[in-house]
């Protein structure tokens, strides 16, 4: 079929600066005359001379709007020069796979359709995000870049009659102003399920969840809250691990999610909590919209923190055969998540980083071959394997251990504290406030602990004390490439190690999410076992009175503890 592109006039939009992951926005803001056109255009302009002749591969997460905005970008792709494009049917391609499909293909990039975590339907979030060549989120240079076009733009190129049949598997050739065009419509879960398959002993898994004649079924509950992962949890836990129909929930993509919160945390994955508590399962996972985060439950929803799981993975990747074939470099967190990783890379003899929120910046070091594991208190935990964090990996990863180690969630933790000691983590959110507010706020408080005074100064709560070491907004040196992030976060970092760190969040689609990241270190084996947030209370309510939360924002509490 031939077709001939056209040239649409447009006026910029001044608010189109993608955040920690991407553009983030109500459905309705996408949804304006222009509005998702001029920030594909400007991705595409992106690319500079890279565009003509490109390949890249497209996919959401199937909520509400993916499917229209995947057809859409098909017909710009055709008509700025795009080579190919292979995109999921329905348009639906989980965060990671779209990862490993850029390496594995090796195209030229690939774009994301997702608001991941956050809340899909007509009236909640949607959101654009583009990934380079290595698979990864695009780092702040190209995002500024991106943002840059947006402000300048003016017109954008569309094939209006191309009308791609999204929904059959198979390859679409068309000629556009007389050049072939080629969309490649395909079965995302294929490819990453033989990726998993190479990474993990799935024989050594498929053992466990079955049982043998000295050791019980290993019962699993995975829910996929209704978002994509389900038909790659289908597939691999049902069909390639032998689990039953009824170890896996919430396995339809829905474009509302089924009204859930697609957020795998102790508040948003709450039916997993509770089914966990009834003590029938041994383990549990949650995977978030785009299946990028997990959270990891133990019998009676014994829970783990991300930081937790993160450092126990590390402690334990000769358990894995990739990391046996690919040698273990470095591990690395983002700068909020507590420090429990640090004492494991101490331990194994590997280098460690700590890097600003968001997964982009773990990208130039893994290409750089300096880094293996790493994760974020975002419920975000992955490998070098791909660039992006991956929720299933995680859960699988934590199967691998388990099989091998033959011990339960809670009793790896417990050793785990009893070898390294015990960081204690808490964040305290609090979503959808005034942005002006919140803005004063971190203005007024950054002002406050960066005068030189205040190091040495003694912050109370009843009769606990802590001393301020250092007090800073992060700044962050990329040692591969020498990019520079600023003012990153404001840290109190004291002189008992423990830390509060208070950072505005880049991913909500309106207002403003202030999140308080509090953890201290413990290493007496008579108070592993506390309380998060018993242990915390003192700290915790330093942090809200430094930060003077309640009277910046109006609110009494936090929209979400974990
Ligand atoms: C994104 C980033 C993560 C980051 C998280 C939270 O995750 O990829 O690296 O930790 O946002 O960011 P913030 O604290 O700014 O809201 P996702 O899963 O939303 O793409």
């Not at 964090?389 to 033959?406: M, N, P, S, Y």
């Amino acid at each position: 079929m031939e077709f001939r592109s056209s040239t649409v006039h447009t006026k910029p939009f001044d608010d189109q600066k993608p955040g920690t992951s991407g553009l983030r926005k109500k459905v309705k803001v996408f949804q304006q005359k222009n509005y998702t056109e001029n920030f594909v255009q400007a991705i595409l302009n992106s690319l500079g001379d890279e565009l003509k002749g490109s390949v890249l591969v497209l996919g959401g997460d199937g909520r509400y709007y993916v499917k229209d905005a995947a057809k859409l970008i098909v017909k710009m792709c055709a008509a700025n020069g795009v080579k190919k494009v292979i995109v999921g049917q329905h348009g639906i391609v989980s965060t990671p796979a779209v990862s490993n499909l850029i390496r594995k293909r090796n195209t030229t990039g690939g774009i994301i359709l997702t608001a991941s975590h956050n809340p899909g339907g007509p009236d909640q979030d949607f959101g654009i995000k583009f990934n380079t060549k290595n698979g990864g989120p695009a780092p702040d240079s190209v995002t500024t870049e991106i943002f840059n076009i947006t402000v300048r733009l003016d017109s954008y190129n569309i094939v209006p009659d191309l009308d791609c049949d999204i929904d059959t598997l198979g390859v679409n050739t068309y000629t556009v102003d007389g050049k072939e065009f080629v969309v490649e419509v395909i079965d995302s879960v294929a490819d990453y399920v033989s990726l998993m398959k190479d990474i993990f002993d799935f024989s050594s898994l498929r053992d466990l969840l079955k049982g043998t004649e000295s050791r019980d079924p290993f019962r699993v509950l995975i829910n996929s809250l209704n978002g994509v992962t389900g038909p790659y949890v289908r597939e691999i836990f049902v069909n390639e691990l032998g689990a039953g129909e009824s170890s896996i929930v919430n396995t339809k993509p829905l474009e509302d999610f089924g009204g859930l919160h697609p957020d795998p945390n102790l508040t948003y994955a709450a039916e997993l909590v509770s089914a966990l508590k009834e003590g029938v399962h041994d383990f549990g996972a949650a995977f978030d919209g785009d299946g990028d985060r997990n959270m990891i439950l133990g019998k009676n929803a014994f829970f783990v923190t991300p930081s937790d799981s993160l450092a126990v993975l590390g402690s334990h990747l000769r358990h894995i055969p990739y990391f046996r074939i690919e040698g273990v470099k470095g591990f690395a967190r983002s700068m909020p998540t507590a420090g429990a990783i640090d004492r494991v890379a101490n331990a194994v003899g590997v280098d460690f980083y700590e890097v600003p929120t968001g997964w982009k910046y773990f990208g130039s070091l893994m290409d750089a071959s300096r880094l293996s594991l790493c994760g974020e208190e975002s419920f975000g935990t992955g490998s070098d394997h791909i660039r992006e964090k991956d929720g299933i990996w995680a859960a699988l990863a934590w199967l691998q251990i388990i099989a091998c180690e033959k011990k339960s969630v809670e009793e790896l933790l417990i050793s785990h504290w009893k070898r390294f000691g015990r960081n204690f983590f808490t964040r305290y959110d609090y979503e959808n406030c005034n942005a002006d507010d919140c803005a004063r706020m971190m203005h007024k408080l950054e002002q406050t602990v960066t005068s030189p005074a205040y190091v040495g100064t003694q912050l109370s709560h009843k009769n606990k004390s802590y001393v301020v070491k250092l007090a800073d907004n992060f700044h962050y040196e990329d040692p591969v490439d020498g990019s520079i992030a600023a003012r990153q976060g404001i840290r109190l970092l004291f002189e008992d190690g423990s830390r509060i760190i208070v950072r505005l969040s880049g991913t909500g689609s309106s207002g403003a999410t202030v999140r308080i990241y509090i953890d201290s270190y413990e290493k007496d084996e008579n108070l592993l076992l506390g309380d998060a947030q018993v242990v915390l209370s003192p700290l915790i309510n330093i942090a809200l009175d430094v930060t003077e939360i309640k009277i910046h924002t109006g609110r009494e509490a936090p929209t979400v503890i974990t």
